[in-house]
């Protein structure tokens, strides 16, 4: 195997390069290490920019410079990531190499700029001043830019499916047991509601993600030192605040990472429905009520040329147990620090990506899945006719509204732990004290009927 090139995809030691890269490609812009780079180039050459601002420091940047100086992030490219890489790996540009990936982004832009700027760029910050808001510059995107929309796909899907078989009756089931039947868009349109109310959450963590700018312990104090008489947590505020983050006022050298917890706990809230969604899916197919469009050329099993297996919920199942576990781990970990600091984060922070990479493989199987899935109707109608006991909670609940105290006992008598068909019903109601017309109400009854609002409740699914 030695004559693979690295870079191929069948040398990834990891699947989300290998096997599932066309499915991570979108989140590379935002969860790859040259991404980290540019991110990081981003937060220096704006910091340099506000410190330009400054009234008490001597920096003096015009607006064609300004412009130059957003170039190096903004036409951030491959040979710039190459070249970062060089200066903390090898040493280039007449700098020894580093063993500092941040400190490696700062002799890069010396590299870019006059030799009377350099003493500005990284002015009294720490390492993790900036590595703080460039891993939030990248995770907001993230989401908001490749997760949302993905999410938005499964939840289109969903509603469609609610909204085209809002009246398909179909048996529920309580226990693993027959219960009250219900319509297959009905169930659509509970996944689909409870998709929109997490994702919700996503996004307003998302848009909650806060930025530190406070120097080595939290105290601004080399910032102080030089310059004493600048309001430097109404600087880091403006900053941070510029930077499209919220701002995190009181920190020790690393930013508590509270509100990524957040964000990872909302995107766990998101994996579980869907999860959830993927289990029943497949035992909706496992139970026929769900058929699914054959892929021409696609094989099934090795063995058994019949199959069509449910595999993209199948792999997506695999996708979100594997990212929940990630994103616990995560939301636990990038919340503790020993005393002021330690880098213990540092490379747990690095696989953010892969969290985000497991999310986005499964929210695209589940889509897939959805878009595969054809109900049959037939099956649901027949099973709902071998089940006729289910129509039970109607009888006892009309009788309880009939006045008839025993209601209940009697039709337990009847059904609980029996074989039961419609007639042995209408024999029931034969001998029932009531009304004709209650007597009729009762034999109109049948399982496929007994729905509720259900269809009603479908047409609620989100647009």
């Not at 390069?17 to 490609?25: H, K």
């Not at 941070?240 to 508590?256: K, S």
């Not at 959830?276 to 769900?290: C, F, I, Q, T």
């Not at 109400?441 to 609002?453: D, F």
Request: proline residues 5%; glycine residues 6%; aromatic residues 6%.
């Amino acid at each position: 195997m030695t004559d693979l090139p690295r870079s191929d995809p069948l040398a990834a030691v990891s699947p989300l390069d290998g096997r599932y890269a066309r499915y991570t490609e979108p989140l590379v812009p935002y969860a790859s290490e040259s991404a980290l780079m540019r991110a990081r180039v981003r937060v220096e050459v704006e910091y340099l920019l506000a410190l330009a601002d400054l009234d008490a420091t001597p920096v003096a940047v015009d607006g064609t410079e300004r412009e130059s100086l957003r170039d190096c992030y903004q036409d951030f490219d491959a040979d710039d990531a190459r070249l970062i890489k060089r200066l903390e790996t090898e040493g280039a540009a007449g700098y020894s190499a580093t063993n500092h990936d941040v400190k490696a982004v700062e002799y890069f832009l010396r590299t870019e700029t006059r030799a009377s700027l350099h003493p500005w760029i990284h002015f009294g910050l720490t390492s993790e001043d900036v590595n703080n808001l460039a891993h939030r510059l990248l995770l907001e995107p993230a989401v908001e830019e490749v997760l949302l929309p993905a999410l938005a796909g499964v939840r289109d899907e969903l509603t469609t499916l609610a909204r085209d078989y809002r009246d398909t009756p179909m048996l529920a089931r309580t226990h693993g047991q027959p219960a009250t039947p219900t319509t297959f868009g009905k169930e659509m349109a509970v996944v689909a509601a409870r998709l929109g109310r997490t994702m919700g959450r996503v996004r307003e963590a998302a848009d909650s993600l806060s930025g530190k700018l406070a120097g080595a312990s939290g105290t601004y104090a080399a910032h102080d030192a030089a310059y004493p008489d600048v309001d430097w947590p109404a600087f880091s505020r403006e900053f941070v605040t510029g930077l499209g983050l919220d701002h995190t006022p009181l920190a020790t050298q690393v930013n508590p990472c509270d509100d990524i917890a957040t964000l990872f706990d909302a995107l766990r809230g998101v994996n579980n429905v869907l999860r959830d969604l993927d289990l029943d899916a497949w035992l909706y197919v496992s139970d026929r009520y769900l058929g699914q469009r054959a892929v021409a050329g696609e094989t099934g099993s090795s063995t058994m040329p019949h199959k069509v297996n449910p595999i993209d919920f199948e792999n997506s199942e695999g996708n979100l147990s594997k990212a929940n576990a990630d994103l616990t781990f995560l939301a636990d970990y990038v919340t503790t620090s020993r005393l002021q600091r330690d880098l213990s984060d540092s490379t747990v922070k690095r696989n953010m990506g892969a969290a985000l990479g497991h999310c986005l493989i499964a929210y695209r199987k589940t889509e897939a899945g959805l878009e595969k899935v054809v109900p049959n109707e037939q099956v649901m109608r027949e099973e709902l006719e071998a089940t006729p006991e289910v129509i039970g909670e109607a009888v006892q609940t009309i009788l309880r509204r009939e006045g008839d105290t025993e209601a209940y006992e009697r039709v337990k008598e009847l059904t609980r732990g029996e074989r039961v068909t419609i007639e042995d019903f209408r024999d029931l109601f034969e001998d029932l004290d009531v009304d004709a017309s209650v007597r009729e109400e009762l034999r109109a009854l049948t399982p496929a009927t007994y729905t509720g609002v259900a269809a009603t409740l479908a047409d609620s699914a989100p647009e």
